[in-house]
T-cell receptor, first 114, second 114 residues
């Protein structure tokens, strides 16, 4: 059973460009979570999704950030008009139905904004 | 609201010595508690979890943690450190009424000296 997959692993964007981060949950998992890790800090919750639904987006910045988890395909975290402060590691986690606390993390996407 | 405090951002031990990483939490409802390990440029790996069963939880790689409600603590221990234990460790809390949203501490970097 493959683990949580994220791509790309590294992403470089210039200020003002868009960044798209992808996450494929583990097989059979229906919950996806996105976290952001700034340098020298812990992970900060961003958003929790189930298929076609955003359950909790209380950690998402109000502007430029959006997330989706379509019926088919990976979950996407989209950052529009990136700024230097968006440089961070973005981690995706997934959990099986009914066990939301059992989160399995992907390797992360490291976004660098130049 | 939930929060986690990890005491000591850096801990250094000699190989073979006891490892003790401290974590205190705050939660308005009975919590679920977790310890994760992160190696450089990798994702988070679950070491162990507490989900209201036995208060002494055993995890992978010889680690264990004890849930102490009276002290609101969930400290991580290992009797004898190995060089391969050098990594960053994160404590996290999830309220069992707040599906999916884990709150992480800022992490403790463990250094193991030969």
């Amino acid at each position: 059973n493959a683990g949580v997959m994220q791509n790309p692993r590294h992403l470089v964007r210039r200020r003002g460009q868009e960044a798209r981060l992808r996450c494929s949950p583990m097989k059979g998992h229906s919950h996806v979570y996105w976290y952001r890790q700034l340098p020298e800090e812990g992970l900060k919750f961003m958003v929790y999704l189930q298929k076609e639904n955003i359950i909790d987006e209380s950690g998402m910045p109000k502007e430029r950030f959006s997330a989706e988890f379509p019926k088919e395909g990976p979950s996407i975290l989209r950052i529009q008009q990136v700024v230097r402060g968006d440089s961070a590691a973005y981690f995706c986690a997934s959990s099986p139905p009914g066990q939301y606390y059992e989160q399995y993390f992907g390797p992360g996407t490291r976004l660098t904004v130049t | 609201a939930q929060s986690v405090t990890q005491l000591g951002s850096h801990v250094s031990v000699s190989e073979g010595a006891l490892v003790l990483l401290r974590c205190n939490y705050s939660s308005s409802v009975p919590p679920y508690l977790f310890w994760y390990v992160q190696y450089p440029n990798q994702g988070l790996q679950l070491l162990l979890k507490y989900t209201s069963a036995a208060t002494l939880v055993k995890g992978i790689n010889g680690f264990e943690a004890e849930f102490k409600k009276s002290e609101t603590s969930f400290h991580l221990t290992k009797p004898s450190a190995h060089m391969s234990d050098a990594a960053e460790y994160f404590c996290a809390v999830s309220e069992n009424t707040n599906a999916g949203k884990s709150t992480f501490g800022d992490g403790t970097t463990l250094t193991v000296k030969p």
